[in-house]
């Protein structure tokens, strides 16, 4: 069992609808990434998170730490929306490296 | 503003040749972490450095090895290159080894081992 599982694995939607990706953890953290990969291979860190709630643009992060849970919403989506969403967690063990959820492809139809 | 530099974009090497990637991190941050990430798969930490020292490694064969140099850039050094390691290698930095500071990703290099 992977310590970090992110569902769902594929996600097609139409243009304009309000996305949900979500990432489920098994490990003590210390905070959790959602990172965003297009297609070629560059990382952009949408958010860093380790308790809450944090917005940015279209974009809603929410992490609850005693149910090991985070969720990933894109509010009116678009098109360039479409990418490979990671969720990663930085564990509470002292060390920084990260581990990585094995990603949610969006695909988001004009 | 200024982010992580990584070069080349891409790089194509036979096999049994050797490779150097570089990473050039923001300004002020102090630790650097390479990843690997092939095709269809997760990233797969490699190693990470704090000023200048190795502070993690991972699952970095032999055959690669990695420094940080005094102007906090680092480079991966990659041996005997194999058609497995085709991937694409990111580093990312951050400030501080001890807390939770945000990570920043570069665009990565892309080796393709033919």
């Known amino acids: 069992k992977n310590e970090v599982e992110q569902s769902p694995q594929n996600l097609t939607a139409q243009e304009g609808e309000f996305i949900t990706i979500n990432c489920s953890y098994s490990?003590?953290?210390?905070?959790l990434h959602w990172l965003q990969q297009h297609p070629g291979g560059g990382i952009v860190s949408l958010f860093m998170?380790?308790?809450g709630k944090k917005k940015h643009g279209r974009l809603i992060a929410t992490i609850n730490i005693q149910e090991k849970h985070s969720s990933l919403h894109i509010t009116a989506s678009h098109p360039r929306d479409s990418a490979v969403y990671i969720c990663?967690?930085?564990?509470?063990?002292?060390?920084?490296?990260?581990?990585f959820g094995t990603g949610t492809r969006l695909t988001i139809i004009p | 503003a200024a982010g992580v530099i990584q070069s080349p974009r891409h790089l194509i090497k036979e096999k049994r040749e050797t490779a150097t990637l570089k990473c050039y991190p923001i300004?002020?941050?102090?630790?650097v972490y390479w990843y690997q990430q092939g095709p269809g798969q997760d990233p797969q930490f490699l190693i990470s450095?704090?000023?200048?020292?190795?502070?993690d490694k991972g699952s970095i064969p032999d055959r690669f090895s990695a420094q940080q140099f005094s102007d906090y850039h680092s480079e991966l050094n990659m041996s005997s290159l194999e058609l497995g390691d085709s991937a694409l290698y990111f580093c990312?930095?951050?400030?501080?080894?001890?807390?939770?500071?945000?990570?920043?990703f570069g665009s990565g290099t892309r080796l393709t081992v033919v």
């Open positions: 490990v003590g953290i210390s905070a």
């Open positions: 450095f704090y000023e200048k020292m190795q502070s």
């Open positions: 990312a930095s951050s400030l501080g080894s001890e807390t939770n500071y945000g990570y920043t």
């Open positions: 998170l380790s308790s």
């Open positions: 990663a967690v930085l564990s509470n063990f002292g060390n920084e490296k990260l581990t």
């Open positions: 300004p002020r941050h102090d630790t």
